[in-house]
């Protein structure tokens, strides 16, 4: 395992596809590519792709509180949960490096379209692209039991 640029490493992560294992980097534009045959009026772009532990946990942090008691950190409030993979004691995909990770996002004009369930065609947009990464070998976490639709990763 080689170590990120150290500008990378100051800042704590990166959104560069260089920064991700080449089986992603190989895959993302053919998703891309694809995608955007389908949709014209659609794009794509590649958000986090490695993220240092300590960056990982911050973000592990989001709407949840330390409780004291337990020494645990519980949710507070689910709709801010960014991730369940807190880094520490579990890393992420997105922690090695290369990135056995990506997360992208889905634009129309300026404007990102999320993944809820208050969408449901933003929801199978993103199932889509999930689909195309998964026909490249690469695992769609749209799918999982607590999806995490703009996140996509190496088998393991």
Same mark, same amino acid.
Request: aromatic share 12%.
């Given at each position: ?5 150290? %500008?990378? !490493?100051?800042? =704590?992560? &990166? /959104? %560069?596809?260089? @920064?991700? %294992?080449?089986?992603? $980097? ?10 955007? +045959?389908?949709? #014209? @009026?659609?794009?794509?772009?590649? @958000?986090?792709?490695?993220? &240092? ?11 949840? +509180?330390? @409780? $004291?008691? *337990?020494?645990?950190? !519980? ?8 991730? /369940?993979?807190? =880094? !520490? &004691? +579990?890393? *992420? ?6 990135s056995r990770a990506l997360d992208f996002i889905i634009f129309r004009g300026k404007t990102a379209l999320w993944s809820t369930k208050a969408d449901p065609v933003a ?11 998964? *026909?490249? =070998? ?6 999982? +039991?607590? #999806?995490? #639709? =703009? ?6």
């Amino acid at each position: 395992m080689s170590e990120p640029r150290p %500008d990378v !490493v100051k800042q =704590g992560w &990166s /959104k %560069d596809l260089a @920064d991700c %294992d080449a089986k992603l $980097i190989a895959a993302y534009p053919l998703v891309v590519a694809a995608f955007s +045959k389908a949709h #014209p @009026d659609l794009w794509m772009r590649c @958000d986090y792709t490695w993220r &240092s532990k300590a960056f990982q946990f911050e973000l592990f942090k989001k709407g949840r +509180k330390l @409780d $004291i008691a *337990s020494g645990l950190w !519980v949710v507070a409030d689910e709709k801010l949960v960014v991730t /369940k993979i807190d =880094g !520490v &004691s +579990k890393p *992420s995909n997105h922690n090695f490096y290369p990135s056995r990770a990506l997360d992208f996002i889905i634009f129309r004009g300026k404007t990102a379209l999320w993944s809820t369930k208050a969408d449901p065609v933003a929801q199978a947009l993103y199932a889509e692209v999930g689909r195309l990464f998964e *026909s490249h =070998g690469i695992v769609s976490a749209a799918f999982w +039991k607590w #999806p995490d #639709p =703009g996140h996509v990763e190496l088998k393991a």
